[in-house]
């Protein structure tokens, strides 16, 4: 593996691969007073974020730091790149300094694409740094759904042969593209559920199946993933209210009586509470929001060390 | 000094047809066709011999005719100016281009007109027409001073707000209903922004699973439908820009056998490239309308062949290194088409069996040239007509090198693409312009 880019470009070898590699060095810091392994001692990485983010840059920087690495975080504001400066010359500059690894966020679709592209091209040693999509535009963010799966096999055992339900607003969701992809390479029957003006045109070609009716879909879910819904899709006409969102496609507590004793709820975050899911939807044993936080770390952990210390690779 | 010497084409085949024969061409018109013609010459002035060209294998078409590009001058010079976009068209066995008015400033008055038309006069290497913009500015509010522009030295016979799609379908209205008095075509790049706000990409599978913004066909559908209801109703010519959906060509057909006065060119790059080179998210791919489905292309092809489609197009749109090498919501759309046009079409109509070489003259030279209404260009290969040719070797393919074409900017999504037919020499009014990939000042 040499950038991850996309879940589509992991055969389910690999993913199973990062998957086993997150559970045991979760393992391997359970319990320990201090959470440092010397793994990726003297490599730097450095996350570059074009959006603002809380939760998958902090994942990130830990999972980094954790395992020993030079972490170095840049965001938009503050750096050349407020004064102009084009991503290429940007990639370029970090690539020079010397960096193993970008972690890149970026509001243009397929921006990670272009970044280990151009390192590839531009380099002296015929590789740039290896690239991690950290979440590009509308396109996807594959340690989410890495993360996601964890969880999915921490609750359910396993994720091959499981009915995996997408809520919510797949048209401008990475999260949803990435998991639609990953869920299917493991096995899953994924089904979307959305109002049909936040399924994008295409969607018939996804590894997937959509259902439009919610309640008639939750009792044959053994997980439920709850998209945000922005607040300017609300006036962009896709739908008439948020009230009216909330009654078709928000997780009530009614709702989630429907699903499965077994269930779980997850959600990538950050929640609109009261819109796509309610508050004590969200506060419910059911819900699996801080194991998919705290998976979050050791997945980005798995990513890294594939990625950087010359971890036997998978034929696919 | 610039005097015009003859120029004898021996064993051309004419629109790839029938025995070979030779061209004599004298003071800018073509003189005598015929088997076995000798150049006179005069021993004591060597200098003034006829230009001899070989053209034994060689398909003798009239110049081609491009009323689709962008020379981006004033304004965009470091993409393109008059002077590279002309080379480029020359080479591309060009002897007229219709030169969009999305300048800086733009094209719509004709101070601007003129001084295009007098660069392209001056460069000297293909007629260039500037194209009058229908709205001041582009911006689509008010008419601009169409009667002026065609009144004025540039002689402006087409008018268009490409890039921006003249969507108030009153003021759209009211041009079609001014151009008829001044005998000019609209052309109209059909896109109704409400429908195209932010799109990246064809909208369908591909741009779903890329996470790109889906530029949907029925935004071009529907602005047809549209303005062959509005140039019906009002007399008027209208000229569909770069035809990218394979619905158009039914709302097209449809028109024209209603009558309609409606015309439609298709670019290069819609008959050959499709969606599915956007994985890579190199925006090399990026241009507008998008590049859409395998079914789209095949439907663009078979409208060129049944002449629902007029015409090939370039659509040239030179963007420089920058503007494409960044990422792809922040890339400019538009690619080069005027040194590879003739061999897209080639490859992708006369390989195929849909045109033969007489039809490639039908839609790269005489259709446009008809078109527009310019009376010199895109005529028969007869005596007495002026000499605007092309010469094409049918069997000499090449390789696609964005760095070696004549064009300020260098990105081709072609780049590396090995094409058939080669453009050999190129004739305006007796003059060589270009010859053997080398342009002739």
Known sequence: MRHLLSTGDLDAATANLLLDTADRLK????????????????????????????????????????????????????????????LRDTAA??????????????????????????????????????VVNAGDGTHEHPTQALLDAATLRDRLGSIAGKRIGIVGDVTHSRVARSNVLLLATLGAEVVLVAPPTLLPVGVADWPCRVGLHLDAELPGLDAVMMLRVQAERMHGGFFPSAREYAIGYGLSERRLALLPEHAVVLHP?????????????????????????????????????HLLAGAPEVQG | MTMLIDLLIKNARLYGEGDPVDVLVRDGVIAEIGPGLAAPRDDNDTENDAEVID?????LLPGFVDLHTHLREPG???????????????????TAVFAMPNTDPVADNAVIVE???????????????????????????????????AASAAQVRMFSDDGHCVHDPMLMRRALEYATALDVVIAQHAEDPRMTSGAQAHEGAVAARLGLAGWPAAAEETIVARDCALARDAGAALHVCHVSSARTVDVLRAAKAAGVRVSAEVTPH???????????????????????????????????????????ATDHAPHPAQAKDCEWAAARPGMLGLQTALSVLVHTMVEPGLLDWRGV???????????????????????????????????????????????????????????PAQVVATVLRGRVTARDGDIRK
């Open chain 2, 270 to 312: 819609h008959l050959l490239l499709t969606d599915a080179a956007l994985t890579s998210y190199d925006p090399v791919n990026k241009v507008n309308p998008p590049l859409r489905t395998g079914a789209d292309t095949a439907a663009m092809r078979q409208a060129l062949a049944d002449g629902v489609i007029d015409c090939v």
């Open chain 2, 361 to 419: 003259a039908r839609v790269l030279s005489e259709r446009p040239a008809e078109i527009a209404g310019i009376a010199d260009q895109g005529r028969p290969i007869a005596v007495g007509e002026p000499a605007n040719l092309t010469l094409v070797d049918p069997d000499e393919p090449w390789t696609v090198r964005g760095a070696k074409l004549a064009s300020l900017a260098s990105n081709t999504p072609y780049e590396g693409m090995r094409l």
């Open chain 1, 93 to 130: 500059t970090l690539a020079a300094a010397g960096a193993d690894c970008v972690i890149i966020r970026h509001p243009a679709s397929g921006a990670p694409h272009r970044l280990a592209a151009w390192g590839d091209r531009d380099s002296l040693e015929g590789h740039g740094p290896a």
């Open chain 1, 27 to 86: 393992q391997a810091l359970l319990g320990r007073e201090v959470h440092k392994l010397p793994t990726l001692r003297g490599r730097t990485i450095v996350s570059l974020f074009y959006e603002d983010s809380t939760r998958t840059r902090v994942s990130f920087e830990i999972a980094g730091k954790w395992m020993s690495a030079d972490t170095i975080n840049v965001s938009a504001k503050g750096s050349s790149v407020s004064k102009g400066e084009s």
């Open chain 2, 76 to 94: 965009g010079e470091d993409a393109e100016t008059i002077e590279t976009g002309s080379a480029a068209a020359a080479l591309g066995g060009f």
């Open chain 2, 55 to 59: 053209a034994a294998g060689l398909v």
């Open chain 2, 115 to 149: 001084h295009v038309r007098r660069r392209g006069d001056e460069v000297g290497l293909v007629d260039v027409h500037p194209v009058g913009a229908v709205t001041v500015g582009l911006a689509g509010e008010r008419l601009a001073e169409l009667g002026t522009m």
């Open chain 1, 269 to 305: 975050g950050p929640m609109v509470r009261g819109m796509e899911i309610s508050p004590a939807v969200a506060d419910s044993p059911r819900a699996a929001i801080l194991a998919q936080v705290r998976n979050g770390v050791h997945v980005r952990m798995a990513v890294l060390y």
